[in-house]
């Protein structure tokens, strides 16, 4: 399940939400990405996420579903944000069921480095200096290259 | 086609997206690329740099030697940056 939202959720809730009813399910892993304080040195005010509406939602059923051919999950929810937001704020949350923990945190992890590549967002941080256009790191690179097969 | 340009790119083009009747010999990402640059020359200069401008056909991740044809919409942006 994907949701590509502006509002806040809240984490535990959503996790409760995500097992409620469900008595097969032995693990679930989790990732929450927040908006941090300072990025390269500098002070971050606020960031923007920009996405590309329609892409956004049809990249992350793609990683979703490449997810779900590679492990047994029970269930999967990705949530990402856009628009402002404030430090401390969640972005992203990842959510993986499965009858065993590997299968949960492997996947949690493959939907994490596939969506940091893939899924169209961009950020604009607001520094003391003014706004900037974060720029992709070549580990994210690395990381989604490990899962190539 | 619809041509659409996201982040820092629509500040290179001074739009966020124009509608485009392509010339006949645009074949591929890369002649479009060709082809967009005599228009927006900052855009040319974004898109000569490895890696840093990226491609969508009808919101699917394409590289630039893609074909154009059938396509409805083709959007250009930076690496991507979320999560």
Not at chain 1, 69 to 75: C, E, K, Q
Not at chain 1, 76 to 100: F, K
Not at chain 1, 131 to 143: I, L, T
Not at chain 2, 37 to 50: I, L, Q, V
Request: aromatic content about 8%; overall charge negative.
């Amino acid at each position: 399940m994907i949701r590509v939202q502006a509002g806040l959720f809240d984490v535990g809730a959503e996790i409760a939400r995500f097992t409620a009813g469900r008595t097969d399910i032995g693990a679930v892993a989790s990732f929450t990405g927040l908006v941090r304080d300072r990025h390269n040195g500098e002070t971050v005010s606020a960031m923007t996420l920009e996405h590309y509406p329609g892409m956004t939602e049809a990249e992350l059923e793609r990683i979703e579903s490449e997810a779900r051919t590679r492990w047994p999950l029970d269930d999967c929810l990705v949530i990402h944000r856009y628009g402002r937001m404030l430090p401390g704020e969640p972005i992203v949350l990842v959510l993986t069921a499965s009858a065993h923990r590997a299968a949960a945190f492997e996947a949690c992890a493959f939907l994490m480095d596939w969506l940091k590549t893939k899924a169209p967002f961009w950020k604009l941080e607001e520094t003391p200096e003014g706004e900037r256009w974060v720029e992709a790191r070549g580990s994210d690179d690395e990381a989604a290259a490990r899962w190539e097969s | 086609m619809r041509v659409r340009y996201f982040a820092w790119l629509k500040q290179r083009t001074g739009c966020a997206e124009e509608e485009l009747d392509l010339p006949a010999d645009v074949l591929t990402v890369a002649d479009l690329i060709g082809h967009l640059g005599a228009r927006h020359p900052r855009f040319a200069e974004a898109a000569a740099g490895r890696g840093v401008v990226r491609c969508a056909i009808d919101q699917q991740h394409v590289e630039r030697d893609a074909l154009l044809a059938g396509a409805r919409e083709v959007a250009f942006f930076p690496p991507v940056t979320g999560g």
